[in-house]
């Protein structure tokens, strides 16, 4: 690979935002974040399941800052030893986020996000270290689809054409993948035993599991699944755990043969529309628009709630109007304290970012507003989208008791919906 290419992709990373996290990571991350050994597991076992907070982490404890105390950390639990809960508390809310919907459909990310789980439960014991080991065999590919688009779909080109991945990748880029993503992990001067486990010569488990991991969940993005089991059935690693890679493998194979259809979301997708027409004529009061609203998305989006928060005189958010079971109790109970917390609806009022958690029972309670599970004991998951001018003053909160997913094009018509409120909210 030329100098002038790599340079060109650091640069490309360097002026960026990076890599988004899951919200649903972040926000899991946040409500383990505490002084405990039983706190510290559960940041480690959220950070590796992220392949932007991995890589964070670890960047950060190998930098010039903290290198000489780390020892060259290739593990998050030694990174988390050098860096402490503050600066990963800071590392976390200065993470652009996406929701998961559409991590969903970013195929890179999504493709890494799987290989990563594929490799957690092939390696029970070593769970940790199979996992960055698959988040950083996939860096060089995940990173030239994210910064260098032209160069991704030259290659994409050539491997349409039959042309294998990694020699397409010399060709547009001058060097493999595997070789790129050696050169950025000595850029970010990662360890010797990360960088041998990318270039192949490390551990033998875990190059072995990264490699079958990431190759699985390619084929799976793919469609290609018989060649999924055929690609397991050869698997030859020591040490791993095949029946239990067997049995997710198998989940996974199935939910992408179930995986719905395009028809009752685009009927969604069509009443959010009319919806949307409709209430450009309730803006009379923010209690006609509220009802109205409210009600619409609880019919079309199927959801258990639709509450709407408002800032109050203390600093506190309360629930003001909603639709669904028990809006009376949760108008008089549901409350988001004023002091800030590490969970899901203070990311989202402190960073003015929306939030989306797709399952709520992967949620500690100090992810959550103090009684949120007592008052809502059946939500599975919600998306919370702050409404803001010059500071959040407002939140729009929908849940579902359901394993009800939202598409791209609904989550775009509902933050739509949400700037209605905007001219009745502090400016």
Request: with cysteine; proline share 3%; net charge negative.
């Amino acid at each position: 690979m030329m100098p002038t290419m790599l340079d060109k992709l650091m640069l490309a990373i360097r002026e960026s935002k990076g890599i988004p996290a899951s919200e649903r990571s972040v926000a899991s991350v946040l409500g383990a974040l505490d002084s405990s050994n039983e706190g510290q597991r559960a940041v480690v076992s959220h950070i590796i399941e992220d392949f932007a907070l991995t890589q964070k982490v670890l960047k950060l404890a190998n930098s010039s800052m903290y290198a000489p105390f780390g020892g060259g950390a290739s593990s998050v639990s030694s990174a988390l030893e050098v860096l402490g809960s503050e600066a990963v508390l800071h590392l976390v809310l200065g993470t652009d986020l996406i929701a998961d919907e559409a991590l969903q459909q970013d195929d890179n990310l999504s493709r890494t996000v799987l290989a990563s789980e594929l490799a957690r439960s092939a390696c029970g014991e070593r769970a940790e270290d199979a996992s960055i080991a698959t988040l950083m065999v996939e860096i060089g590919r995940l990173m030239t689809g994210k910064y260098l688009p032209a160069e991704a779909a030259a290659i994409a080109a050539q491997v349409a054409g039959g042309q294998e991945v990694q020699a397409a990748a010399s060709a547009v880029l001058g060097m493999s993948y595997q070789e790129l993503g050696v050169e950025l992990a000595a850029r970010w001067n990662l360890p010797q035993t990360l960088r041998s486990v990318i270039n192949g010569t490390g551990d033998p488990t875990l190059v072995g599991i990264a490699r079958f991991s990431s190759a699985a969940a390619s084929l799976i993005h793919e469609g290609r699944l018989e060649a999924v089991q055929e690609l397991l059935q050869e698997l030859d690693v020591p040490g791993i755990n095949k029946a239990q890679l067997g049995g997710l493998v198998g989940r996974k194979v199935e939910a992408a043969r179930l995986a719905p259809k395009a028809g009752a979301q685009d009927l969604a997708v069509a009443e959010l529309g009319q919806l949307q027409l409709l209430l450009q004529d309730k803006k009379g009061s923010l209690e006609e628009l509220a009802n109205a609203m409210l009600a619409g998305l609880g019919a079309s989006l199927k959801t258990a709630h639709c509450l709407l928060f408002m800032l109050t005189r203390s600093g506190e958010f309360r629930v003001r109007n909603g639709y669904g079971k028990g809006i009376d109790e949760l108008r008089t109970r549901l409350r988001v304290s004023a002091e800030f917390q590490p969970t899901a609806f203070h990311a989202a009022i402190k960073k003015n970012i929306d939030v989306s958690i797709a399952d709520v029972s992967k949620l500690k309670d100090a992810s959550l507003p103090e009684g949120f599970r007592a008052l809502l004991p059946q939500v599975t998951r919600f998306i919370i989208l702050p409404i803001a001018s010059t500071r959040v003053s407002g939140l729009l909160y929908c849940d579902w008791d359901s394993d009800r997913t939202l598409n791209q094009t609904e989550i775009e018509a509902l933050k739509k919906m949400r700037n209605l409120f905007l001219p009745f909210f502090p400016h």
